[in-house]
Every structure is written in C-alpha cells, then in structure tokens.
C-alpha cells in the first residue's frame, strides 16, 4: 500500500455538546432547613472609645520671675550696670526653680536662664572696670603721694638751707619807705608813661588785674605787681643771675604764705643784692635768704596795703 492510500492520523477530540439547560423539566433539590438562631458560636461587640470633640490646647502662662530676670539682665548692659545684674541673677534662679516646682505649668526657662548668664556677664564686666577704675585711683594716689613725699623733702632740705641770721648777716638794707604814689588804674598803653618813686616799684598806678600769688619763673609786669602790693601782698623780686640754691629757698619762703607773697625775676635787682622784698611803699633788699628776716619784714608790712584783702602774717 503506498503511502497516498494511508489513512491521515485522527486529530484532536472534539469538545463536548454544552448541556441544554432549557431543554429538559426544572427539578428542584432538597429543601435546606434555615440555621436556628444561636446555634452558632457568640461573638460580644467590642465597645468603641468615647472620642472627646478637639480641642485648641492652651498656652502655658510665662512666669513672671523669669520675665523680670530677662528684663533686668538688659538693664544690667544699660543703666544699672551692677544691681541690674544682681537682680537678674536673683529672678533668674528663683523663676527656674518655680518653673521646673510646676511640673509643665509655667513656660520661662529659656528667659530666666537667658536673665542668669546675662546677669553673671553684667556682674563680671562691672566688677572688671571698677576694678580697672580702682587700680587707675590707688596709682593717681599713690603718685600724688609720692609727689607730696619728694616736696615735703625739698622743702624741708631748703629750710635747712635757710639762714636764721640778722639783716646784717643775711646782707640786707633796712627797710626803706618811700611816699604814696596813688592808687590810679591805668591802661597797657599808658605804662610807659609811668616813673615811679622807687625801683621796683611799691606805690603808684597800676593795672586793674593783679597778679596770681605764687612763684614765677618768667618775669610778671612791675604794673601788674603794684596792684598786688595795694592788696597788703609782699612781692620778692629776685635777680634772673642768682643761684639757684638762693632761688630754691625763695620758693620755699613763698610757699609759706602762697595767698599773701608774690615772686618773680626781675632785672634791675640793686647790685650786691640777690632780691628785693617790698611791701606797700616799703622795700628791703637783701643778699641771703633768711627766715628771720622774712618773718620780721611780713609781721610788719603784710596786709598793710589801701585795699587790705590779705590778711595780717601771724608767724
């Protein structure tokens, strides 16, 4: 048999004919009773939570001591540099401590720990500058002091130097007195015009300003001195060419009496002399320094002056 009258190989089966559902007489199945009631295992409900509606949550109230520890920890950088910053430091810690007693209550912490570092810088700065201010007063002291002490020896070293003799040993004149010549003001540009009756000068027009008490080291106008001897003031003119141990000791003889005497250099000393006292229309010229003639000379002519605002020498 050749292969064309072969059968061909079967294929695949054919699906089976749907049922006809609508084709045949309806039969219903056995009935099913229902399921009694709790015949099946009870399960109870679980109750649900009672949800409370929302509510906006309150803020806490700030404490006061931490407020005011704050506000005087600012002060203490401002107008009350040290009570400022005590008083921050005291609120600070008290309102720490009553925030952290609420337990929550009261907010503030942060400004009552704000006011405690505010109030420990504030109180160390000022402890500093007073410190600072303190050292510069004890220095101004000190050296003042020891200024004082440097003087005190001078002076006490110069009146060691002083001559406690007579006129005659110290090389003094007597006392000369010359007549009154007035008490007129004048102007700068009459002082030219001027001669006076002795030299220097002790009466006579004058400047309307006197001079400052004290020791000069440069020359004070002869018009200007005038007016200081109408005052009952002694003036020393001392010669610009004398030593100056001799100038020293005229210092110190002026400290003594610095609101009544008046020294100054002055060129037309008498020669042989080193200095010239004078009082109003009185003068003596001498060549040494001495205490005893100094005090004799003031006890009789100081204060003695037209217009006598100085008063009288007591030594």
Known sequence: MSDQDQPPPPGPPEPP?????????????????????G???????????????????????????????????????????????ILALIFGYIGKGQVARSQGAQDGRGMALAGIVMGWIGLILTLV????????????VESDAADNIVDEFERGFNEGLLETVDEATAGCTPIEQYPNMGVSHIGPSEAASVSYNSDPPTSGPHFEVPA?????????????LVHNLEHGQVVIWYS???????????????????????????????????????????SQACDLPSQEVFDAFRRRLQGQGPEPITPPFEG
């Open 212 to 224: 400052e008490t004290g020791f000069y080291t440069t020359p004070v106008e002869p018009q200007t």
């Open 17 to 37: 004919e749907p049922p006809d559902y609508g084709s045949g007489p309806f039969t219903p199945g056995p009935e099913q009773p229902p399921e009694p009631i």
């Open 39 to 85: 015949s099946g295992p009870f399960t109870p409900a679980v109750p649900q939570p009672y949800q409370q509606p929302y509510q906006v949550p309150r803020a806490r109230p700030t404490n006061g001591m931490a407020i005011a520890s704050l506000i005087m920890g600012i002060t203490g950088f401002t107008c009350l540099p040290a009570l400022g910053s």
């Open 129 to 140: 500058v007073a410190g600072l201010i303190l050292a510069s007063v004890v220095a101004v």
């Open 240 to 282: 610009p060419d004398a030593e100056q141990r001799v100038v020293d000791q005229l210092e110190f003889l002026t400290s003594q009496e610095p609101l009544a005497t008046v020294a100054t250099p002055y060129e037309n000393v008498p020669e042989g002399s080193a200095f010239v006292l004078t009082a109003w229309r009185h």
